[in-house]
T-cell receptor
Framework: EPEVTQTPSHQVTQMGQEVILRCVPI?????FYWYRQILGQKVEFLVS????????KSEIFDDQFSVERPDGSNFTLKIRSTKLEDSAMYFC?????????????????FGAGSRLTVL | DQQVKQNSPSLSVQEGRISILNCDYT??????FLWYKKYPAEGPTFLIS?????DKNEDGRFTVFLNKSAKHLSLHIVPSQPGDSAVYFC?????????????FGKGTKLSVKP
């Protein structure tokens, strides 16, 4: 079954450092997303990406964050200058359509996540 | 500002019995609801969804009920199996079921005991 793959599985970094989290979405999917989950908290939407541009972003996704699809397969999340509060599990997801349909066939498929620890 | 609330952080159920996971929401603009299941060290995986025009959707052992007037939905698992032990997230979508900006609850950890 196709899956979304994320690397690294765990990254430890010093506050102020730049971090790039990488994702390979499912090959025929067109919509890409980043979510994050701070330990013990809910999963939160960060950004959605379609047709090589951001289609929606949350308040969390400030100027320190950026996303890119540098080639036909990878989708990256960059945090320019990490803060302690950026420590979280970051999930990449992809879907074939923007809208959910009743069968659920085109719902988001999530990767296993990248755990970011900022010291 | 918790638009989607799962008030029970955990639930323990005996194998073979029914598991009922609850979710409340505050935003009347939500028109699609999804349940995701998450095992440790894995990402959330889709379980079942329901449109706001329906009040019930069933898929095998899993049934989701939606009570729009109460802004409440529940996931029923019958019969529960030890493999169902996971964290269950309720998520909601507005704008015709758009998957951009799903709003998640905090999750309920289900433990199914043999």
């Amino acid at each position: 079954e196709p899956e979304v793959t994320q690397t690294p599985s765990h990254q430890v970094t010093q506050m102020g450092q730049e971090v790039i989290l990488r994702c390979v979405p499912i090959s025929n999917h067109l919509y890409f997303y980043w979510y994050r989950q701070i330990l013990g908290q809910k999963v939160e939407f960060l950004v959605s990406f379609y047709n090589n541009e951001i289609s929606e972003k949350s308040e969390i996704f400030d100027d320190q964050f950026s996303v890119e699809r540098p080639d036909g397969s990878n989708f990256t999340l960059k945090i320019r200058s990490t803060k302690l509060e950026d420590s979280a599990m970051y999930f990449c997801a992809s879907s074939s359509r923007r809208q959910v349909i009743s069968s659920g066939a085109n719902v988001l498929t999530f990767g296993a996540g990248s755990r970011l620890t900022v010291l | 500002d918790q638009q989607v609330k799962q008030n029970s952080p955990s639930l323990s159920v005996q194998e073979g019995r029914i598991s009922i996971l609850n979710c409340d929401y505050t935003n009347s603009m939500f028109d699609y609801f999804l349940w995701y299941k998450k095992y440790p060290a894995e990402g959330p995986t889709f379980l079942i969804s329901i449109s706001s025009i329906k009040d019930k959707n069933e898929d095998g052992r899993f049934t989701v009920f939606l009570n729009k007037s109460a802004k409440h939905l529940s996931l029923h698992i019958v019969p529960s199996q030890p493999g169902d032990s996971a964290v269950y997230f309720c998520a909601a979508s507005a704008d015709g079921g758009s998957q951009g900006n799903l709003i998640f609850g905090k999750g309920t950890k289900l433990s199914v005991k043999p």
